[in-house]
């Protein structure tokens, strides 16, 4: 017969390093702390519902390590199962939770959505809300993507621009007659109480908040993206400092700046640098060498920085190539175009 001795009462007076398999994703656990808080503190998407030990969704195994029970104050021991929100490090651990998915692993679903919202928020850009059935039960990591699929047309892609704690799933879509698929997305929103996405998509995004301090550019829409971004690091614990450059063509293309002001306002840790070409050529790339020299002056160091940025290929590739010139680890720079428009 196996006898469980209670844990000792000395819980430990030093951080805890908690790292997640198969994911690999990791984080610090203050003393005391349960491992489902001190998960969600740097926004580690753990699947829970009751957080007292009875729905049993947040379950992990103990691969190594040693943690205690709060429940019945005993230790557990390695190869045990243990509840995240009813578990204290006691040393550093390893688990096994497959439900925790490393950035970008999220495998993609088709879901029937309902349009809870079409406005127009600027001259050609439309804020669109949609709800999905069995919300808690899809994952996603703040930057990702979704497609629009409409019957008899190719999918559209658009960022997500909200929280994945968000109930609802918000889009930021640019759309005039002259953009047909966009307008056709827009009109089918617009007239329909259903439509079909398919997500999450993307790698260049967050699983859990970065150690560095991070350094957002967004052109145009792009913006949306960072939204979602901002909106996730606001719920954590995160932080070092936060730069957001978003560059437009025309001031009226900047189509919240109010929000990003308010950020600005409300986070100590956030500045926000608005950047405006004024001119309506289309054609000329000149405002994304603007946005490049607006960034490279922000005066970061930039062998200890993370780089998100969402725009044209044009754009990225020009703002990556002038950052790993300046010094930025490729590795360090994050977007979607590396991945749906590689260079040849």
């Given at each position: 017969m196996k006898v469980r001795h209670p844990a000792p009462s000395d819980k430990g007076s030093k951080q805890r390093a908690v790292r997640l398999l198969p994911s690999g994703i990791a984080f610090t656990a203050e003393p005391g702390a349960d491992l489902l808080g001190a998960a969600a503190q740097v926004g580690i998407d753990v699947p829970s519902a009751c957080?007292?030990?009875?729905?049993?969704?947040?379950?992990?195994?103990?691969?190594?390590?040693?943690?205690?029970?709060?429940?019945?104050?005993?230790?557990?021991?390695?190869?045990?199962?243990?509840?995240?929100?009813?578990?204290?490090?006691?040393?550093?651990?390893?688990?096994?939770?497959?439900?925790?998915?490393?950035?970008?692993?999220n495998q993609p679903g088709k879901f029937q959505a309902k349009v809870v919202d079409v406005r127009s928020i600027?001259?050609?850009?439309?804020?669109?809300?949609?709800?999905?059935?069995?919300?808690?039960?899809?994952?996603?990591?703040?930057?990702?993507?979704?497609?629009?699929n409409l019957p008899d047309a190719d999918p559209c892609y658009f960022s997500i621009a909200s929280s994945p704690s968000a109930q609802?799933?918000?889009?930021?879509?640019?759309?005039?007659?002259?953009?047909?698929?966009?307008?056709?997305?827009?009109?089918?929103?617009?007239?329909?109480?259903?439509?079909?996405?398919?997500?999450?998509?993307?790698?260049?995004?967050l699983a859990s908040a970065p150690t560095k301090p991070l350094l957002l550019v967004a052109a145009g829409t792009g913006f949306a993206q960072m939204k979602s971004l901002v909106d996730y690091l606001r719920e954590t614990s995160y932080d070092q400092p936060?730069?957001?450059?978003?560059?437009?063509?025309?001031?009226?293309?900047?189509?919240?700046?109010?929000?990003?002001?308010?950020?600005?306002?409300?986070?100590?840790?956030?500045?926000?640098?608005?950047?405006?070409?004024?001119?309506?050529?289309?054609?000329?790339?000149?405002?994304h060498d603007q946005?490049?020299?607006?960034?490279?002056?922000?005066?970061?160091?930039?062998?200890?920085?993370?780089?998100?940025a969402s725009g044209s290929p044009t754009m990225v590739y020009t703002l990556m190539d002038a950052l790993v010139e300046a010094g930025l680890p490729e590795a360090a720079f994050f977007s979607d175009v590396l991945e749906y428009a590689p260079r040849t």
């Open positions: 957080r007292n030990g009875v729905c049993e969704i947040c379950e992990a195994r103990l691969l190594a390590g040693s943690a205690l029970n709060t429940r019945n104050q005993q230790t557990i021991e390695v190869g045990e199962r243990l509840m995240m929100c009813r578990s204290i490090a006691l040393t550093d651990l390893e688990l096994e939770i497959p439900a925790v998915m490393a950035a970008g692993n600027s001259h050609d850009v439309y804020r669109v809300e949609l709800q999905l059935p069995r919300r808690r039960e899809l994952s996603f990591h703040a930057g990702q993507y979704l497609s629009v609802n799933i918000e889009l930021h879509i640019q759309a005039t007659p002259e953009w047909v698929s966009a307008q056709k997305v827009i009109d089918a929103l617009t007239s329909g109480g259903e439509v079909t996405v398919e997500l999450p998509h993307g790698k260049a995004c936060v730069k957001l450059y978003w560059g437009v063509r025309r001031h009226e293309d900047m189509y919240l700046r109010a929000l990003a002001q308010q950020w600005q306002d409300e986070w100590p840790r956030f500045t926000f640098l608005p950047v405006v070409g004024d001119d309506e050529d289309n054609d000329w790339a000149g405002h946005l490049v020299r607006a960034v490279l002056a922000s005066g970061m160091d930039w062998e200890n920085v993370e780089v998100h």
